[in-house]
């Protein structure tokens, strides 16, 4: 297969820094979009993922899965892009498109295990599939989304996985309005969830251990806010919740959120913390309560997702940095020093 090589930034250890690099691009088959990168929003799971901290990462490791750019090159069989479109690429970029959930439009559950953006076995190279800290990308058309022209591009970069991840549980456990809504943990998920629960017509309570968030969570469109640690506060809300959305990746006690829920009131995980979280029978028994998790979403959704954001004018609130700060931006991620996603200017792999 004819390939092109390309400007990238990656890492070739765990332990190493990322650093410009090469890699290489299949040509556009008939049904690949070739895009070139414009915005890359930074998660955390590229952190993870770079230094090995999830295990089976392949090196060189190119991270990078809310790309946003403008379609330079269609294949002859592609239908719904041409040359010149905006367009982005969340965290998958293929699967196998014939089980159960695909048939669905759950690729993202695919039982063969969906194609990720970085770091799965490339089906049409002999490698591993390298993400959006790079000049372009070539994608089949049926993984590449269309994206709303209204809004500000590099801010709609985490709506690709930011966005999605909180889309999709409150779209399936049909969040709306004369619900309230807890959001627990303000960070990159946390505040998407916030904008698009109110979007939704919920009521969204925020709950978050740090005072200094409390003013920026009603900002962002909460209609109260409660410290965790205030026993008081929680206790008034004890058994009023409709849904709760869990974003935080750190260890903390599930079962005082469990106590909040309505009951037939779902809690669910999007935030992965590294311990098993410990659940007393009776947080869920006396009121049918449920706990469950969510993994992104499907490309039907995604794209039903960005119109929902176009529509409502939702985007992230991003910092723009260049990928030569990469590094620091992911010190400065551990810490949780950022408001709310970092976004890389693709402009600076030029330099
Ligand atoms: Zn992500
Ligand atoms: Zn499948």
Known sequence: MEVKYIKAFGTQAAEAPLEQLNINRRKPTPNDVEIE????????????????????????CVPGHEIVGKIVSVGEHVTKFKAGDLAGVGCMVDSCQECEYCREDLEQYCINVATQTYNSPDKHLNTQTF???????????????????????????????AGITTYSPLKHWNVG??????????????????????????E???????????????????????????????????GKLHFILDAVSAEH??????????????????????????????????????????????????????????????????EMISLQEINN???????????????????????
């Open 37 to 60: 990168i414009l915005y890359c929003g930074v998660c955390h799971s590229d952190l993870h993922t770079a230094r090995n901290e999830w295990h089976g990462t392949v090196y060189p």
């Open 177 to 202: 309005p004369g619900q309230k809504v807890g959001v627990i943990g303000l960070g990159g998920l946390g505040h998407m969830a916030v904008k698009i629960a109110k979007a939704m017509g919920a």
């Open 253 to 318: 006690d599930i079962n005082t959120y469990l106590n909040l829920l309505r009951v037939d009131g779902s809690l669910v995980l999007v935030g992965a913390p590294e311990q098993p979280l410990p659940i007393a029978a009776f947080s869920l028994i006396p009121a049918r309560r449920s706990f469950s998790g969510s993994m992104i979403g499907g490309i039907a959704e995604t794209q039903e997702m960005l119109d929902f954001c176009g529509k409502h004018n939702i985007v992230s609130d991003i």
């Open 131 to 161: 993400g959006g800290y790079s000049e372009s990308i070539v994608v089949d058309e049926k993984f590449v989304l269309r994206v709303p022209d209204n809004l500000d591009l590099a801010a709609v970069a985490p709506l690709l996985c």
């Open 204 to 238: 969204v309570i925020v709950f978050t251990t740090s005072p200094s968030k409390v003013e920026d969570a009603k900002r962002l469109g909460a209609d109260a806010v409660v410290l965790s640690k205030d026993a008081d506060k929680m206790q008034q809300y004890a």
């Open 329 to 351: 931006a992911y010190d400065r991620l551990l810490k949780g020093d950022v408001k709310y996603r970092f976004v890389i200017d693709m402009a600076s792999l030029k330099k």
